[in-house]
């Protein structure tokens, strides 16, 4: 897992005609962890999504070294399937064995509801079900997108274990959120401070 | 290769579990059950339209599962997962278009025997009906992965879909119910060659319509 990086260099994303954010510059190398912050519709998942290379960049690079893990808003697992076989579709895709994926559940709490369907999952338990597909596929670089959101305090207390445990392994981990996570990041973006035009530009072109 | 079979395996059981098998293998039979009350039971006639109408059948039928073949997995995130795998797209239309003709055309092909028995087909035009299907239904299942491609992530999308491959499928339909009366077997070659050109075009038409969708 080691020699992982990610970097973005002066990084700017337009979404639907309108820009997002600019000027977006971070440097991860193995060990290191990022929390994005900043308000509902900034562009937290927007940023995280040109992390993995699937939105193209409006201007500057993201450069990867090692494979991206993704959570976000939805699930990909098969409904329909029991929690354990869903993951393991996954985990046969990312080459992992069934101990990692056995060990991904364990670290989530989620051991007990292997048997049982995706879809009667409650929201929480789903939270924690994307987490182990997370960390059972063994990819370097996390992207966590409001991964604490339906999380009660015991499942949050394991998600922070599992951040430390994959930093402490020289793994990346870059996690979007609006609120407090449990999670010791060393850099902190906000991303109001990379509005898309200068307020002294505004000023000048009023 | 071991990569295409996980995909394909995990494709067949999602149509399996979709019920999607049944489907386009119902409507067939319906439709043959159907069409002697609307003609009447002339076995006479009905031999001579029947072969048409099963094309026609087989045609509409390979529409059915176009709405749950890609935007269901778009939506749930699941072609985003696979992509950050540095798995192409490519990849991941040819293994859907492999999973999507064995859970149709296959099971068509099945259903056109009780399907040409209700319609009083003799055994020549039978004959000629499963080879024009064996040769037709993989350019149908490419046509309809294509729009299933094209489609997904817009609204009401499966009657879009129906407008986007019924008149390119003319041709198919053209050169299908044409094997059944023509002796020289140029129609059979012109499907074929549809077949494989609609084969061909699909991985990467269809690749490229769900990057373009994505967002």
């Given at each position: 897992m080691s020699g992982a990086a990610l970097r973005l260099s002066d990084v700017a994303c337009v979404r639907g005609g309108r820009?997002?954010?600019?000027g977006v510059s971070m440097a991860l190398e193995a060990g290191g962890g990022a929390l994005l912050s900043g308000?509902?519709?900034?562009g937290k998942s927007s940023l995280l999504r040109l992390c993995a290379g699937l939105l193209p960049t409006f201007a500057g690079q993201v450069t990867r070294t090692g494979g991206v893990a993704l959570a976000d808003?939805?699930?990909?697992?098969?409904?329909?399937?029991?929690l354990h076989r869903a993951l393991a579709f996954w985990a046969r895709l990312d080459g992992a064995g069934p101990d990692a994926l056995a060990g991904a559940l364990a670290a989530m709490d989620l051991s007990a509801l292997a048997?049982?369907?995706?879809?009667?999952?409650s929201t929480g338990q789903r939270k924690r079900a994307m987490l182990a597909r997370v960390i059972a596929g063994g990819a370097p670089i996390w992207l966590l997108d409001?991964?604490?959101?339906?999380?009660d305090s015991a499942s949050l207390t394991l998600l922070g274990e599992a951040v430390e445990r994959h930093l402490a392994g020289g793994g990346i981990v870059v996690a979007a959120s609006h609120q407090p996570l449990p999670v010791a990041a060393p850099v902190t973006l906000?991303?109001?401070?990379?509005?898309?035009?200068e307020p002294n530009d505004a000023e000048a072109a009023a | 290769m071991k990569l295409l079979w996980l995909l394909v395996g995990r494709d067949l059981a999602q149509g399996w579990r979709s019920a999607g098998l049944w489907l386009p293998v119902a409507f067939l039979l319906l439709v043959a059950s159907l069409y002697p009350f609307a003609v009447g039971p002339d076995a006479a006639l009905l031999g001579r339209t029947g072969g048409g109408m099963l094309w026609i059948a087989a045609l509409l039928a390979s529409l059915l599962p176009v709405d749950r073949l890609i935007a269901p997995d778009r939506d749930a995130g699941i072609l985003d997962q696979i992509a950050l795998r540095g798995v192409g797209e490519e990849m991941v239309v040819i293994a859907r278009l492999v999973a999507h003709w064995l859970s149709f055309g296959p099971p068509l092909m099945l259903a056109t025997l009780p399907a040409a028995a209700l319609l009083k087909l003799d055994g020549g035009t039978i004959a000629k009906l499963e080879t024009g299907l064996l040769a037709g239904t993989p350019a149908l299942a490419a046509l309809g992965l294509l729009v299933a491609t094209l489609t997904?992530?817009?609204?009401s999308s499966g009657a879009l879909a129906g407008l986007l491959a019924l008149p390119l499928a003319v041709p198919l339909l053209i050169f299908g119910a044409g094997t059944l009366g023509d002796g020289s077997g140029a129609a059979i070659k012109f499907l074929a060659a549809a077949s494989l050109l609609l084969v061909a075009i699909t991985p990467f038409a269809g690749a490229a319509a769900i990057r373009a969708g994505r967002e």
């Open positions: 820009m997002l954010f600019r308000p509902n519709g900034i808003e939805r699930l990909a697992l098969d409904m329909d399937l029991p048997d049982i369907p995706v879809r009667m999952l409001e991964p604490g959101n339906g999380l906000a991303l109001a401070d990379y509005p898309p035009f | 997904a992530g817009l609204r």
